[in-house]
């Protein structure tokens, strides 16, 4: 055991071959590797199983900073499980030492242990880095988070801006090209990154599918069954949610975490369940409800029927939990779910991200999901992301993964054979915004931006593999001059005897084929006969047969497939490295988004304009902002007016959201102004970013002047928790417009006043 490592309430554990435990929990192999790359100041990505215990690194790492006075970072990809860590944190070493910052909450944001989202931390990398001097190390839970695809950018920004003197601590859900990720972190900032990995769980898992017909069973027996029942022409009975659960209630495998991919059909489902099942005995539910009651009464929830319908559930121990409840009902749903009290929850895959609750069995209600474009299957990473909640460390043996599988609309074939072995790599989002342009120019000059390019992780990658491609080109390309000695120019051409021999055997076949088609009067296969067998016949007398010896031929024929497969593949090989590099696609974007700050005054040269250092503090919709910021809509609006502007910032509806409401401000100027900025972008980038859309001004008035929540709902078809997430998110954004304005005292007060009328009730959170 290294030196000092017991410090910390790292323990020995006596007669048990050098084990430690900490926190009371025995630590895998790979936990005490990285508490010991940790321990000697080294920064660590650590990749293991979804549900392994890689948190508890966390934990230890926030400890030994804690305890040396020092200040560490903990960052996550959702608000939801940053205040989940934030409250725990605070819980264990005192809300004088924990912060947050989440853009819509601050909370003692100079505290030495600090708790943010990720692209909180992206932003002051850029615009306080001065305040991460104390900083000693920086967490980033969930760092595979860098393959997604609307924000993996934020991730890679924060990693290349990581200043030298902070270390990185990375925890990964399986990922296959970790070591890549390592490398690259190595290669742009010169330390040395430890690659530790688990492949094992602590709870097996075990996956299974049900299906009506036959109850559990493997795929092998799924795709048999359906072959049966398809010869036999008999039409399946579809498989339903109840008939699942009620088989793993008789099974004893709840809790159980049921996943669908649809927040109305975790609401229905969860109804359905509730009319043939309840878990709870007489004491169980008044503890729910006493909980409920003590976790409400400072909130006016009367008339809001979602809520009331979710209480209902909970007493009989079935649950739900998805992004459009309101908060509140997602913290009891999770506090009464850890607290056992919840036998099968409903959940959407938001679930799966950081939250670790206790439950035995994971069940997909199904193997597909929209993404936004279409529907497609699960990837292996998504599956395995929320399968690897299954299975309670030291109370299952085994966790148990199911998938319904329903006969009636689904073939079983199709469905994947999901495999840790086919994980997704982690691939480069690196975008760039005006934001981050704004940041560089301000702090690089050009040649020190096109540097930063060239340090992304997909040109990382993309070199790599560039390598590699040469390396293989030169190879084939030796092989190919050693084929050549054995074939002539005339390979594969009518003039080689051979190419000759198999075309005069397809011209004859061809009139075979034409004299059958014209004796049965197929008009149409004889043309189309006739037309090939005479471009045949041409190529033919246009090429000269070439005399080889018979020898030549034979060597020729020996080695002709293998030059062809070698030629084609050195084809492909020179169309990839012909192809454009990231860095250069990046300098294109660059240049482009650039003549669109030019053409508005932002920028000038390679110099920020007064319009540039306003929009450098706006991390959202940054250039329609500033432009209502310049030319006074939020100077001369009342605060419930720029509450309802700012809530349409950015706003995109989901499909069939409407209101009930008359607009309660003047938008056509806005809109005049929205659509002027996207002709400047059209015409620069070919493409518009720009996104304002009115639709929920009406309602975000409404609460901004007062109003009851459940005035809202009726009002409106949005969900409970999408009205609160468009609240949370307009003071994100006014907390930026106050920030990015610093001299503007008038605007700072009106500012402050806007969000107090949003941030309360069932909108504020209490952390």
Same mark, same amino acid.
């Given at each position: 055991?290294?030196?000092?490592?017991?410090?910390?309430?790292?323990?020995?554990?006596?007669?048990?071959?050098?084990?430690?435990?900490?926190?009371?929990?025995?630590?895998?192999?790979? &936990?005490?590797?990285?508490?010991?790359?940790?321990? %000697?100041?080294?920064?660590?990505?650590?990749?293991?199983?979804?549900?392994?215990?890689?948190?508890?690194?966390? #934990?230890?790492?926030?400890?030994?900073?804690?305890?040396?006075?020092?200040?560490?970072?903990?960052?996550? =990809? +959702?608000?939801?499980?940053?205040? &989940?860590?934030?409250?725990?944190?605070?819980?264990?070493?005192?809300?004088?030492?924990?912060?947050?910052?989440? *853009?819509?909450?601050?909370?003692?944001?100079?505290?030495?242990?600090?708790?943010?989202?990720?692209?909180?931390?992206?932003?002051? $990398?850029?615009?306080?880095?001065?305040?991460?001097?104390?900083?000693?190390?920086?967490?980033?839970?969930?760092?595979?988070?860098?393959?997604? &695809?609307?924000?993996?950018?934020?991730?890679?920004?924060?990693?290349?801006? /990581?200043?030298?003197?902070?270390?990185?601590?990375?925890?990964?859900?399986?990922?296959?090209?970790?070591?890549?990720?390592?490398?690259?972190?190595?290669?742009?900032?010169?330390?040395?990154?430890?690659? +530790?990995?688990? /492949?094992?769980?602590?709870?097996?898992?075990?996956?299974?599918?049900?299906?009506?017909?036959?109850?559990?069973?493997?795929?092998?027996?799924?795709?048999?069954?359906?072959? %049966?029942?398809?010869?036999?022409?008999?039409?399946?009975?579809?498989?339903?949610?109840?008939?699942?659960?009620?088989?793993?209630?008789?099974?004893?495998?709840? =809790?159980?975490?049921?996943?669908?991919?649809?927040?109305? &059909?975790?609401?229905?489902?969860?109804?359905?369940?509730?009319?043939?099942?309840?878990?709870?005995?007489?004491?169980?539910?008044?503890?729910?409800?006493?909980?409920?009651?003590?976790?409400?009464?400072?909130?006016?929830?009367?008339?809001?029927?979602?809520?009331?319908?979710?209480?209902?559930?909970?007493?009989?121990?079935?649950?739900?939990?998805?992004?459009?409840?309101?908060?509140?009902?997602?913290?009891?749903?999770?506090?009464?779910?850890?607290?056992?009290?919840?036998?099968?929850?409903?959940?959407?895959?938001?679930?799966?991200?950081?939250?670790?609750?206790?439950?035995?069995?994971?069940?997909?209600?199904? @193997?597909? /999901?929209?993404?936004?474009?279409?529907?497609?299957?699960?990837?292996?990473?998504?599956?395995?992301?929320?399968?690897?909640?299954?299975?309670?460390?030291?109370?299952?043996?085994?966790?148990?993964?199911?998938?319904?599988?329903?006969?009636?609309?689904?073939?079983?074939?199709?469905?994947?054979?999901?495999?840790? #072995?086919?994980?997704?790599?982690?691939?480069?989002?690196?975008?760039?915004?005006?934001?981050?342009?704004?940041?560089?120019?301000?702090?690089?000059?050009?040649?020190?931006? $096109?540097?930063?390019?060239?340090?992304? !992780?997909?040109?990382?990658?993309?070199?790599?593999?560039?390598?590699?491609?040469?390396?293989?080109? *030169?190879?084939?390309?030796?092989?190919?001059?050693?084929?050549?000695? !054995?074939?002539?120019?005339?390979?594969?051409?009518?003039?080689?005897?051979?190419?000759?021999?198999?075309?005069?055997?397809?011209?004859?076949?061809?009139?075979?084929?034409?004299?059958?088609?014209?004796?049965?009067?197929?008009?149409?296969?004889?043309?189309?006969?006739?037309?090939?067998?005479?471009?045949?016949?041409?190529?033919?007398?246009?090429?000269?047969?070439?005399?080889? =010896?018979?020898?030549?031929?034979?060597? @020729?024929?020996?080695?002709?497939?293998?030059?062809?497969?070698?030629?084609?593949?050195? %084809?492909?090989?020179?169309?990839?490295?012909?192809?454009?590099?990231?860095?250069?696609?990046?300098?294109?974007?660059?240049?482009?988004?650039?003549?669109?700050?030019?053409?508005?005054?932002?920028?000038?040269?390679?110099?920020?304009?007064?319009?540039?250092?306003?929009?450098?503090?706006?991390?959202?919709?940054?250039?329609?902002?500033?432009?209502?910021?310049?030319?006074?809509?939020?100077?001369?609006?009342?605060? #419930?007016?720029?509450?309802?502007?700012?809530?349409?910032?950015?706003?995109?509806?989901?499909?069939?959201?409407?209101?009930?409401? =008359?607009?309660?401000?003047?938008?056509?100027?806005?809109?005049?102004?929205?659509?002027?900025?996207?002709?400047?972008?059209?015409?620069?980038?070919?493409?518009?970013?720009?996104?304002?859309?009115?639709?929920?001004?009406?309602?975000?008035?409404?609460?901004?002047?007062?109003?009851?929540?459940?005035?809202?709902? %009726?009002?409106?078809?949005?969900?409970?928790?999408?009205?609160?997430?468009?609240?949370?998110?307009?003071?994100?954004?006014?907390?930026?417009?106050?920030?990015? @304005?610093?001299?503007?005292?008038?605007?700072?007060?009106?500012?402050?006043?806007?969000?107090? /009328? $949003?941030?309360?009730?069932?909108?504020?959170?209490?952390?």
């Amino acid at each position: 055991m290294p030196e000092g490592l017991p410090e910390y309430g790292l323990i020995m554990v006596p007669g048990a071959g050098g084990e430690l435990t900490y926190r009371g929990l025995r630590l895998d192999p790979f &936990q005490v590797e990285a508490i010991e790359a940790v321990r %000697e100041g080294k920064s660590a990505i650590v990749s293991a199983p979804t549900g392994t215990g890689k948190t508890l690194i966390a #934990d230890y790492l926030i400890d030994q900073c804690a305890s040396a006075g020092q200040g560490v970072i903990y960052t996550a =990809p +959702i608000k939801a499980l940053s205040n &989940q860590k934030y409250l725990e944190f605070k819980g264990r070493f005192g809300a004088d030492r924990v912060g947050i910052i989440t *853009g819509d909450v601050v909370i003692n944001r100079d505290a030495p242990i600090r708790v943010m989202t990720t692209e909180i931390f992206r932003n002051m $990398l850029h615009t306080e880095p001065d305040e991460l001097q104390p900083v000693v190390y920086v967490i980033f839970d969930e760092i595979h988070y860098l393959s997604d &695809q609307e924000r993996g950018t934020v991730w890679e920004e924060a990693i290349i801006f /990581k200043p030298p003197w902070m270390r990185l601590l990375g925890l990964s859900a399986t990922v296959p090209n970790i070591h890549d990720l390592s490398e690259w972190i190595e290669e742009i900032h010169g330390e040395e990154v430890r690659v +530790i990995i688990s /492949k094992e769980r602590a709870v097996p898992l075990t996956h299974h599918f049900y299906e009506h017909h036959l109850g559990r069973c493997t795929r092998k027996e799924l795709i048999a069954r359906h072959r %049966e029942l398809v010869e036999a022409g008999i039409r399946p009975k579809s498989t339903t949610h109840i008939e699942a659960v009620d088989h793993l209630r008789r099974e004893g495998a709840l =809790p159980c975490l049921y996943l669908v991919f649809s927040r109305r &059909q975790c609401e229905t489902k969860a109804g359905e369940l509730a009319e043939r099942f309840n878990f709870l005995n007489q004491a169980e539910k008044d503890v729910v409800e006493d909980f409920v009651i003590t976790r409400t009464k400072h909130l006016d929830l009367k008339g809001i029927a979602g809520f009331h319908r979710l209480v209902s559930l909970l007493l009989q121990g079935i649950g739900v939990h998805h992004a459009g409840m309101l908060p509140v009902a997602k913290e009891i749903v999770e506090e009464l779910f850890a607290r056992r009290l919840i036998h099968v929850l409903y959940a959407t895959e938001t679930w799966a991200v950081g939250l670790n609750m206790p439950l035995r069995t994971v069940v997909f209600d199904s @193997c597909r /999901k929209y993404d936004g474009e279409t529907f497609r299957f699960l990837k292996h990473t998504e599956y395995f992301q929320m399968a690897g909640r299954a299975g309670r460390r030291g109370i299952d043996r085994e966790g148990f993964v199911y998938t319904l599988a329903d006969l009636t609309h689904t073939d079983p074939s199709e469905i994947p054979e999901w495999s840790e #072995d086919k994980i997704e790599p982690i691939e480069s989002q690196f975008a760039l915004g005006y934001n981050t342009i704004l940041q560089l120019v301000q702090r690089y000059d050009d040649q020190e931006i $096109l540097k930063i390019f060239s340090q992304s !992780f997909g040109t990382f990658v993309v070199n790599k593999k560039r390598q590699k491609m040469r390396k293989e080109l *030169g190879r084939l390309s030796g092989r190919v001059k050693t084929y050549e000695e !054995f074939v002539c120019q005339a390979l594969d051409l009518p003039s080689c005897p051979a190419t000759r021999q198999t075309l005069d055997q397809e011209a004859r076949t061809l009139e075979q084929r034409l004299r059958r088609a014209k004796r049965r009067r197929y008009r149409g296969m004889a043309s189309r006969f006739q037309r090939r067998l005479d471009t045949l016949k041409r190529e033919l007398e246009r090429h000269i047969p070439v005399a080889c =010896p018979e020898e030549r031929c034979r060597n @020729c024929r020996l080695v002709a497939g293998k030059y062809r497969e070698a030629m084609g593949r050195i %084809e492909l090989l020179e169309a990839g490295l012909a192809q454009p590099k990231p860095e250069e696609l990046l300098k294109r974007e660059f240049k482009h988004r650039k003549g669109v700050l030019g053409k508005l005054s932002y920028l000038k040269g390679s110099s920020l304009l007064d319009r540039g250092e306003i929009a450098r503090g706006v991390h959202i919709q940054e250039l329609l902002v500033t432009e209502l910021l310049l030319d006074g809509t939020i100077h001369e609006s009342d605060p #419930d007016q720029v509450n309802a502007i700012i809530a349409c910032v950015d706003f995109e509806p989901r499909r069939d959201d409407f209101v009930r409401a =008359p607009q309660p401000i003047e938008i056509g100027q806005i809109k005049k102004k929205a659509m002027a900025l996207s002709r400047i972008e059209k015409k620069h980038l070919g493409r518009s970013t720009i996104v304002f859309n009115p639709l929920v001004s009406p309602i975000i008035y409404a609460w901004s002047k007062g109003a009851p929540f459940k005035e809202l709902i %009726e009002m409106s078809s949005l969900s409970e928790g999408d009205i609160v997430s468009v609240c949370r998110r307009t003071i994100d954004l006014l907390r930026q417009i106050k920030n990015a @304005c610093p001299g503007d005292w008038q605007l700072a007060s009106k500012i402050n006043l806007c969000i107090a /009328k $949003l941030d309360r009730d069932v909108v504020s959170l209490n952390l």
